[in-house]
């Protein structure tokens, strides 16, 4: 993730006048794919995967954007309205194009604002961002603590992705979900976590770890960051498929069968490599037993991890890396 994705806190504590943090509260209300019934966003952050949709030619998606009387009064001049606007930023990095959406023009008042914005299938690839913004407008002319002229940015929010195409697998077969874990449900500490949904699991990358997010976005090949990014998903990956793979067996302890498409497709993969020779019915069988007695954990548990790393080649990312940048 470059900087121009994260949220806008990267410079906020470097900046010579006032600039409020988390200030716009940007929500997607509802959106529609090219002129379909509209839908509420399924997921519970912020990602759109419009790429289930594909091929589609245009979406259509409505914002909702929130600001307080208490953030536009921080960052600020004078009274209410202010010389200022509310726009969102949206940007392709894949296909570089940016441009600006005006949601509420000069003068601004706390309040909540909608804007209805599409979005043409043609004109982008991979990840879409939207980044919502309140910029000084041309007439500021202040002095400091304020911003002292025109076209400055002076608070910011969350940033939606809206992904265009299908996004890279993580390294366990699920997908990567940007999150950041200063809101109090997650561990600060933490650099991943597995997304509790049953349904439709993802891995959680923490993005206060900034550099571990700009490795895994790199988009180079045959650079140290692109190996790089190999070790990291080969990391992230091992833990991962463990969890997914006890939450499995689990599962089929409770029920004598998977209950999702994904923990069929996980027992087709890890089988092999857990059960060596062992059928399909076998391997869900061994797993449900595995789970169900505590001596049969115990030795389960050593044969998953060696299973894990032998089925995300980790050993080899591993030594690929150290041979080619070792000093």
Known sequence: MTSDIRRATANADDLP??????????????????????????????????????PWDRAELSLSLSISDRDLDHVCEGDTPYDAKLIVVVESKSTHLRYEVVVEDEPLAAGTYEKTIDLESHLFRDTVTLTPRIVTSDSVSSGLPFAPKGGMRIAGGDVWKIQVDEPEQSGTGYPFRYRDFSDGDYPEGAVHLLKSNPREPAVLVNTLNQPIVDILETKTFYSFDSYLKNVIKAELGTSTWIQLVVHTATTIA??????????????????????????????????????????????????????VQLYLDQASQLNDFISDFRP
């Open 17 to 54: 006048y006032r600039y409020r943090e988390d200030a716009i509260d940007l929500q997607i209300g509802e959106y529609s794919v090219d002129e379909t019934e509209p839908s509420e966003p399924e997921t519970d952050d912020t990602t759109l995967p419009l790429f289930r949709y594909q």
């Open 254 to 307: 409770e029920s004598d069968e998977p209950q999702y498409e994904w923990q069929e497709g996980l027992i087709e993969e890890i089988g092999p490599y857990l059960y060596e020779g062992s059928s399909y019915d076998e391997v869900v069988e061994n797993l449900g037993e595995a789970v169900s007695e505590p001596d049969e954990l115990r030795s389960f548990i050593r044969e998953l991890n060696i299973a």
